[in-house]
């Protein structure tokens, strides 16, 4: 069974850095069929995509992140992490870390977000 | 962008209950629904528009292509009340519709 585990600080100063890890068991990290994604959610507000990383180290972000946001991926610790620069009261949110899995339908890729940790709360705060 | 409606509905056990998502621009198949219960991540219900995660409830199912799509409940069960959110996946930054909540009539 592929589980997602995030982890990091709970409380982040404004204009600092904001960094979070995501453990990933039951699944590689290095596999070929999945992307590994950031995704965010402010209290009682809608879901934000903030970019993924493949195991090649290629990454997407979102641009309402103004490069911001940098993903990476430490294959020896089947982690991917998460650092978000200069943040401010507007990156409190739940973070979530998920697997974008690579689902093949009649020869098409069609990416899903099949498997998600338990979600991290972040506030920014001095 | 992604625009769901309604933004919440009130139905009881045992009805069906149609959700709407609707692209900007056409998207194809490329879209996903979700279940997000209080306070618990996010889960696949849905992807390609109509394929069915596996351990998903038949009850679930999805339709639709280009720029309009459903996600139809067959018959509500107690823990069907959620928020449920359709989302893009052919066009970056992958976009989420702003969530439809289901509630208890």
């Known amino acids: 069974q592929v589980q997602l585990q995030e982890s990091g600080p709970g409380l982040v100063k404004p204009s600092q850095t904001l960094s979070l890890s995501c453990t990933v068991s039951?699944?590689?990290?290095?596999?070929?069929?999945?992307?590994w994604t950031w995704i965010r959610q402010p209290a009682g507000k809608g879901l934000e995509w903030i970019g993924r990383?493949?195991?090649?180290?290629?990454?997407k972000y979102n641009p309402s992140l103004k490069s911001r946001a940098t993903i990476s991926v430490d294959t020896s610790k089947n982690q991917f992490s998460l650092r978000l620069s200069s943040v401010t009261a507007a990156d409190t949110a739940v973070y979530y870390c998920?697997?974008?899995?690579?689902?093949?339908?009649?020869?098409?890729?069609?990416?899903?977000?099949?498997?998600w940790g338990q979600g991290t709360t972040v506030t920014v705060s001095s | 962008q992604m625009t769901q409606s309604p933004s919440s509905v009130s139905a009881s056990v045992g009805d069906r209950v149609t959700i709407s998502c609707r692209a900007s621009?056409?998207?194809?198949?490329?879209l996903a629904w979700y279940q997000q219960r209080p306070g618990k991540a996010p889960k696949l219900l849905i992807y390609?528009?109509?394929i069915l995660q596996s351990g998903v409830p038949s009850r679930f199912s999805g339709s639709g292509s280009g720029t309009d799509f459903t996600l139809t409940i067959s018959s509500l069960q107690p823990e069907d009340f959620a928020t449920f959110y359709c989302?893009?996946?052919?066009?970056?930054?992958?976009?989420f519709g702003q969530g439809t909540r289901v509630e208890i009539k």
């Open positions: 998920a697997r974008d899995r690579i689902n093949m339908v009649g020869g098409v890729i069609h990416p899903s977000l099949d498997v």
């Open positions: 039951g699944d590689s990290i290095s596999s070929d069929d999945s992307y």
């Open positions: 990383i493949y195991t090649s180290g290629r990454t």
């Open positions: 621009q056409d998207i194809a198949t490329w």
């Open positions: 390609a528009a109509s």
């Open positions: 989302q893009q996946s052919i066009i970056f930054p992958w976009t």
